[in-house]
């Protein structure tokens, strides 16, 4: 994941089940599943992989293992 310009102090995580997941880009998922990944790749489909981290998260989420 591309490096951000925040400090880890000021990062949020959020439960990936919860409605946060759901509109907070910027957010770091915690506990999140293969099928919640698969719900939040099609909230966030239209995000740019830059500016959206649960973007990212998923997308390492549903990659095949190995």
Do not use: F, N
């Amino acid at each position: 994941m591309p490096e951000r310009d925040r400090k880890p102090i000021e990062r949020a995580y959020v439960h990936a089940d919860g409605p946060l997941a759901e509109v907070l880009c910027d957010a770091y998922l915690m506990e999140l599943t293969v099928v919640r990944a698969r719900q939040l790749r099609q909230s966030h489909r239209r995000h740019r992989p830059d500016d959206c981290w649960v973007h990212l998260q998923v997308a390492v989420k549903l990659l095949p293992p190995g």
